[in-house]
């Protein structure tokens, strides 16, 4: 059975940080684009970083360069986002899975995607 799940999500303060992790089972996630998307109240989701599944290149939305960091553990067959400098704006369900692309990852979802992990952003 091919399932994706995240965790990390919490709450945490402005200007603090926490780690995403995307666990899968059933398939490798090295041979994938791998994207991290949110979804706010009211709002539609957003891309914010990918992953190449050969070069292991990435890419990030304006609104996280700089303060997010996407990586890729394939002995634990595992995507992380790590997010600093968390803001207010920050606050979402957060969900990864595979993305489309050619050479390089887009921020196109596709195929099956996890049940996403709250982070509250909050003082």
């Known amino acids: 059975q091919l399932q994706l799940v995240e965790s990390g999500g919490g709450l945490v303060q402005p200007g603090g940080s926490l780690r995403l992790s995307c666990a899968a089972s059933?398939?490798?996630?090295?041979?994938?684009?791998i994207g991290w998307f949110r979804q706010a109240p009211g709002k539609g989701r957003e891309g914010l970083s990918c992953?190449?599944?050969?070069?292991?290149?990435?890419m990030y939305a304006d609104s996280v360069k700089g303060r997010f960091t996407i990586s890729r553990d394939n002995a634990k067959n595992t995507v992380y986002l790590q997010m600093n400098s968390l803001k207010p704006e920050d606050t979402a369900v957060y969900y990864c899975?595979?993305?489309?692309?050619?050479?390089?990852?887009?921020?196109?979802?596709?195929?099956?995607w996890g049940q996403g992990t709250q982070v509250t952003v909050s003082s």
């Open positions: 992953i190449s599944s050969s070069t292991g290149s990435t």
């Open positions: 899975g595979p993305v489309s692309g050619g050479r390089y990852c887009a921020f196109v979802p596709v195929g099956s």
């Open positions: 059933g398939f490798t996630l090295e041979y994938l684009h």
